[in-house]
């Protein structure tokens, strides 16, 4: 081997070498600033997370949008037609107290979804006329709502026990206990159960059942 081509090889061992350091050293580069960008791309925990489960996670179990989403739509579903409901050609008296039981419990069944929604509309009626109980409301869902995420970083322990799904709603109801109180929370309660009791108790006793008069007389025959 001349002198020329042993510089020129040890040269070329110098030159891979450099290059070999160079990759090392953008791997490593790579390696460090993988992480970072992970991190930032996918928010870290929370973006490793399913949107369900972080749309759910501030929610105890039974109070998901889905299960009540699902509960109203089986609701919906099952409503009878609003036209036969209030159709006044259906309302007669009941001619005696066997009569008019009979019409309440059957009436209950049929259109138990139709009373469910004259329920729920009475109570939205009650709090949108009451600005207070709209502020007593949102003073719950607030109490709630931070009760439920202390509990998520930290267990609550209060007397000794830890402070489940249903007694953040208790602890919940305490603290805002008394803006209800200051909104006549107890009034409008009671307005609402007594509408309630007055106009579906109304239409279960007047409505005729479903069937007319054949199924009255069934229902009325002696055993």
């Given at each position: 081997m001349t002198i020329h081509q042993h510089w020129r090889a040890k040269a070329g061992a110098h030159i891979q070498g450099e290059n070999c350091l160079v990759d090392m050293d953008s791997k490593a580069g790579d390696r460090f600033?993988?992480?970072p960008a992970d991190?930032?791309?996918s928010g870290g925990v929370m973006g490793s997370l399913p949107l369900k489960e972080l749309e759910g996670l501030w929610l105890p179990k039974g109070l998901s949008p889905?299960?009540?989403k699902e509960w109203f739509d089986r609701r919906r579903a099952s409503i009878r037609p609003w036209a036969g409901f209030v159709d006044h050609r259906k309302f007669t008296k009941?001619?005696?107290?066997g009569e008019l039981c009979q019409r309440v419990v059957r009436n209950f069944d049929t259109y138990n979804s139709n009373y469910t929604f004259i329920f729920l509309g009475l109570i939205i009626y009650c709090i949108i006329s009451s600005p207070m109980l709209l502020i007593a409301l949102a003073v719950f869902v607030g109490a709630f709502y931070i009760i439920h995420l202390k509990s998520l970083e930290s267990k609550l322990v209060i007397f000794g026990k830890e402070v489940t799904g249903p007694h953040q709603l208790g602890l919940a109801?305490?603290?805002?206990?008394?803006?209800?109180?200051?909104?006549g929370a107890g009034a409008a309660v009671?307005?609402?159960l007594g509408a309630t009791?007055?106009?579906i108790g109304s239409h279960a006793a007047f409505r005729e059942l479903e069937g007319g008069s054949e199924m009255e007389e069934l229902f009325m025959e002696p055993v």
């Open positions: 600033s993988a992480e991190a930032a791309g889905s299960v009540a009941p001619r005696n107290f109801g305490a603290v805002s206990f008394p803006v209800f109180w200051l909104a009671f307005w609402v009791m007055f106009v």
